[in-house]
């Protein structure tokens, strides 16, 4: 996807579901945060739901989905995930988790033997309902026990070890419901072209050889690769913000 300065004329809208019901109207602000380098997406939610009309039934573990872009553009999922707790205070605040939250509360009673990397993963992960998205690593383990841990601790043991053995570093996350392991892919078409007069609002270098960019509503998400002034970057964490209208702010680094 290109850029389309023309959404500069639309107007940014949200589609919010909260528990199966749509709950846009009443959404004063949110605020995602979805990391590369983070075990798991978070949103906060602040709902003007001041008789609790909408939200009095809302528990922990419910459903939330959010999208955002602009009318007549079509709307990008930025969230999926279930509600972490629910606030009572005026206005409402609802805080929501991604699907980690699957990969916390499952636990693995496994031992293996002389298996791949991959191998080992398929099967942890099977029993999560989440779909996979692999890499290939047929680097063998001869053995490797798991004891009563959960989803995500082995998963993390996985991926150390691989990175110990190997020296190439695996990365997951969740994303509309499939989990992606793989190495960092920097290669491909830009997914949005941004420049500084047109559609960048600020931008600086921050620490960690990351620089950052804040622009109007986007649909960029971590682990693609966008163009900044003519030169390609990968995005490593990206913040969806929303108050009567969308800012997005992006940190990424030099694709190479």
């Given amino acids: 996807m290109v850029w389309n300065e023309r959404a500069y004329h639309l107007s ?3 589609d919010v579901t909260l528990a199966g019901t749509p709950v846009g109207r009443v959404v004063a602000r949110f605020g995602v945060a ?6 798991a997406d978070t949103c906060v939610l602040e709902l003007a739901d001041y008789r609790r009309f909408l939200t009095g039934s809302v528990k922990r573990g419910d459903p939330l989905l959010i999208k955002w872009g602009y009318a007549e553009e079509g709307l990008i999922e930025i969230f999926r995930g279930v509600v972490r707790s ?3 205070d005026d206005p ?8 980690n939250t699957i990969l916390n509360s499952n636990r693995v009673q496994m031992t293996f033997e002389e ?6 993963i398929r099967a942890v992960m099977s029993g999560t309902g989440l779909g996979l998205d692999l890499e290939d690593c047929q680097l063998e383990i001869d053995r490797l026990p798991f004891f009563n841990r959960t989803v995500r601790e082995c998963i993390d043991a996985v991926s150390e070890l691989v ?3 190997t020296g190439e570093e695996f990365l997951d996350y969740i994303r509309e419901g499939t989990f992606h392991w793989s190495k960092k892919k920097k290669t491909g078409g830009a997914q949005c072209a941004f420049r500084m007069g047109v559609n960048i609002i600020r931008q600086e270098v921050v620490s960690d050889g990351l620089e950052f960019i804040e622009t109007l509503v986007s649909p960029v998400k971590h ?3 966008i163009e900044v002034e003519a030169e390609r970057q990968f995005v490593v964490k990206v913040e969806y913000l929303w108050q009567a209208g969308g800012r997005t702010r992006i940190w990424y680094e030099h694709a190479g």
Avoid at 34 to 39: A, G, N, Q, T
């Fill in 12 to 14: 940014p809208v949200i």
């Fill in 34 to 39: 979805s990391s590369l380098l983070e075990k």
């Fill in 86 to 88: 629910v606030g009572i």
């Fill in 92 to 99: 409402v605040i609802i805080r929501g988790i991604d699907y």
């Fill in 115 to 120: 298996e791949t990397v991959s191998g080992i």
């Fill in 163 to 165: 990175w110990n053995e």
């Fill in 223 to 225: 682990s693609e690769t």
